[in-house]
């Protein structure tokens, strides 16, 4: 797709050949109010990440080159990361730690032909 647009004076300017779809991409993102391609929120109590995208962008090679740099950013910003878990990590490091041994323990009785009164057997 060829893209020219003309000026207050008449002349008109050749901007390029573009992609269907990239041309779509940016009309979307220039037509929304939203000022930003991607925001990334931080919760250090709860030690959490998460990456607000622009509609436009979601599932697109553009928005995962977007994510990519602004991760890249964020951590050159702030490269050492915090040495004390929080409660709620410590938590959630004790919640998957049972959830693997019982996805284990679960493993070896259905490998060893299952429970009987409760107890697996040999």
């Given at each position: 797709?060829?893209?020219r647009?003309?000026?207050a004076?008449?002349r008109?300017?050749?901007?390029?050949?573009?992609?269907?779809?990239?041309?779509?991409?940016?009309?979307?993102?220039?037509t929304d109010?939203?000022?930003?391609?991607?925001?990334?929120?931080?919760?250090?109590?709860?030690?959490r990440?998460?990456?607000?995208i622009h509609?436009?962008?979601?599932?697109?090679?553009?928005?995962?080159?977007?994510?990519?740099?602004?991760?890249?950013i964020?951590r050159?910003?702030?490269?050492a990361?915090?040495?004390?878990?929080?409660?709620?990590?410590r938590?959630m490091?004790?919640?998957?730690?049972q959830?693997?041994l019982?996805?284990?323990?679960?493993?070896?009785?259905?490998?060893t032909?299952?429970?009987?009164?409760?107890?697996?057997?040999?």
């Open positions: 797709m060829s893209l647009v003309q000026t004076n008449g008109t300017v050749r901007l390029g050949s573009f992609s269907p779809g990239l041309v779509n991409q940016a009309l979307a993102f220039a109010p939203r000022p930003v391609a991607l925001t990334m929120l931080n919760a250090p109590l709860i030690e990440k998460q990456v607000l509609p436009a962008l979601i599932n697109t090679v553009l928005g995962r080159h977007v994510a990519e740099a602004d991760e890249w964020f050159y910003t702030d490269p990361p915090p040495t004390a878990r929080s409660e709620l990590g938590m490091d004790a919640m998957r730690s959830a693997e019982y996805s284990a323990a679960f493993s070896i009785v259905t490998a032909g299952g429970l009987r009164g409760g107890r697996a057997e040999r």
